[in-house]
């Protein structure tokens, strides 16, 4: 028996697909043979996305607390693609 884990889902052909929701996004990210595997794929994104994101922001309000107009005039951009079976981020 499997756990569920978010973006996880069993198939009817007994394989597993991954995906993942970022900014009102699915990003497919693949059939796998095992739950192990899709599991596995499902948590590399989540590092790229979420911990890149919450980086990226941490980044951005140290700089917005120190200087407020400066925050005003540079909003935080983080954009993502996926190129080639990748995610590309963005950021401004």
Known sequence: ???NIRGVYHTKNGKY???IGFKQTRYW???FGTFDEAVQARVA???VLYEGFL???HQWKEHADR????AR????????EKV???FVIRQE
């Open 55 to 57: 980086k990226a922001w």
């Open 45 to 47: 994104a989540e590092q």
């Open 17 to 19: 697909k991954a995906c």
């Open 67 to 70: 200087d407020p107009a400066w």
């Open 73 to 80: 005039e540079n909003p935080l951009t983080f954009d993502v």
């Open 29 to 31: 990210l693949g059939t």
């Open 1 to 3: 028996m499997t756990k």
């Open 84 to 86: 080639g079976g990748e």
